[in-house]
C-alpha cells in the first residue's frame, strides 16, 4: 500500500528531480505538492513514446548516466524503471516517470559494489569473494578459498575480452549455479540494484545485440577510483595497482584510459566514438594528473617516476664504471632486481604519456622480458637500462602539450622537477644509509 501513498510519490519526485534533473537530456517531471493528496498525485504532464519502442542508443547511454549517479554518487535510485517507466520525449529527451518505488543505496554498500567491480574488470577474484561478504551476499564464515576458486571459474571468461564487451546479463546467469551452492543472500537492495541495470541492458539489445551496459558504466566507476576523497577507495585503488610490492602500471593505464571514456554532464555525446587521436589522449592523462582530484594518482605517478630515475642513475654510473675500468663490465652490476623493475616500469610510463603506439610497446616488453630471463652480462645490463630512457620522439609530444593548458595547470606542471628531485634525494639518502648498515 505504501506505493499509493502519493504525497509520498511526489516527495520521491521532488528529491529525484533536485538530484538529478540537472543531467543533460533528463527529464524529470515537475510534482504539484500542493494539489497532491494521499490518493490524488498531481505532477506535469510528459509526451513521448517509450524507451524500448525507439531505437535511440544515445539515451540509453544517458539512462546509464543517470543509474551510475543514482547507485553509486547519490545512492538515491528509482527502483522501478520498467520500460513503461522510462519516456522518449518528442524533444529528445529521457523523461523518468512513477516514483512510488524508491531505493537508498547506502554509503559503505555503494563503495563496496564499486570495489566489486573494480576486481571483476582486473581478475582479482580473492579480493572479489570479499567484496560479496561486504554486499552482504555472503555470511562472513563463508569459506573464502572455495568461493575464489568458484568465482575464477565463472568469471573468468567473461571477462577474458575486456571491460567493454562483459555482459551483465552473462554475468548473472553463470553466477546461478555458485550462488546456490555457496548459499548465496540476496539483499532487497540487490535485486534493485539488478532489475535497474538489466532493463537498460535489455532495452539497448533489442536493436544493438553487442551492447554491454556494463563497459558503459565502467568509464564511470573508473573515474571515483581515480578521484574520490574516500579513504576505503584510495586504499582499492592502491591494492589495485601493487601486487606484492611490484607497481601494475598495466592497470593504472586501463584506468586512465577508461576514465577519459566518461561522459560528464557537459560533455554528453551523440555519437559514441573512439578517440584515436594520441595527443588528446596524452592532454587527457596529463591534465588529470595536474588538477586537484588528480593529485592522489599524481603522487604514485611522482613516485614510480623517482624509483626509476633512480635505477636508471645507477645504471649510468654502472655503465659510465665499466668504461673508465673496462675489467669493471665482468664485475657484479649494482642493479638490482627490483631496479630492473623500476627501469621497465619509467620506460612504459613514458609510453603511457607519450602514447607510442602498442604494438612498439609490446615489443618493448618482449624485448625486455627476454633479457630479463637468462643470466645477463653487465654490458646487456647497461644496454637495457639506457633503452629504457625515452627517445626525443617520446618525451616531445608530452613537452609540446604543456603550453596548450590552462594556467593553473602549467604552474602545476613547472613544480613537479622540484617534488621529483626531492623524492630522488630522499631514495638516494636512504640506499646509503642501507649500504652503511650492511
Sequence with gaps: ?????????????????ELYGGIQDVLIPQMYVEQTTRKVLTMEWVEGQKLSEVKDLYLIEVGVYCSFNQLLEKGFYHADPHPGNLIRTYDGKLAYIDFGMMGEFKQELREGFI????????????????????LGLLPPTAEKGAVTKALTGVFQSAVAKGVRNISFGDLLGNLGTTMYKFKFRIPSYFSLVVRSM?????????????????????????????????????SSLVAVLYKEGV?????????????????????????????????????????????????FVREILLQEFAKGLDALSLATLDSLTSAIIPFAASSAS??????????????????????????????VEAKE??????????????SVAFYQLASAREILPILSI?????????????????DLAGRLISRAAARTIRRMFL
Design 115 to 134: 570495489e566489486a567491480c573494480l576486481h571483476l574488470v582486473n581478475r582479482d577474484f580473492d579480493a572479489l569473494a570479499k567484496d560479496f561478504i561486504t
Design 247 to 295: 607497481f601494475r602500471i598495466d592497470r593504472l593505464e586501463s584506468l586512465l584510459t577508461e576514465s577519459l571514456r566518461a561522459r560528464t554532464e557537459k560533455a554528453l555525446v551523440k555519437k559514441q566514438t573512439e578517440d584515436t587521436d594520441s595527443k588528446m589522449i596524452t592532454k587527457g592523462i596529463i591534465s588529470f594528473a595536474l588538477t586537484e582530484k588528480g593529485a
Design 334 to 363: 649494482s642493479l638490482t632486481e627490483e631496479d630492473r623493475i623500476n627501469l621497465t616500469t619509467l620506460r612504459r610510463l613514458l609510453l603511457l604519456l607519450s602514447r607510442v603506439h602498442s604494438s612498439e610497446s609490446s615489443s
Design 1 to 17: 500500500m505504501q506505493e499509493m501513498d502519493y504525497k509520498k510519490e511526489a516527495n520521491n519526485g521532488l528529491k529525484f528531480r
Design 198 to 234: 538489466a532493463v537498460l541492458e535489455g532495452i539497448a539489445i533489442g536493436f544493438n545485440p553487442n551492447y554491454k551496459v556494463l563497459g558503459s558504466t565502467y568509464p564511470y566507476i573508473a573515474r571515483k577510483v581515480l578521484t574520490d576523497s574516500s579513504p576505503q577507495l584510495k
Design 402 to 418: 604543456i603550453p596548450e593548458l590552462p594556467p593553473e595547470l602549467q604552474q602545476e606542471f613547472l613544480r613537479l622537477p622540484a
Design 369 to 382: 622480458g627476454s633479457i630479463y630471463k637468462n643470466q645477463m652480462t653487465y654490458s646487456e645490463e647497461a
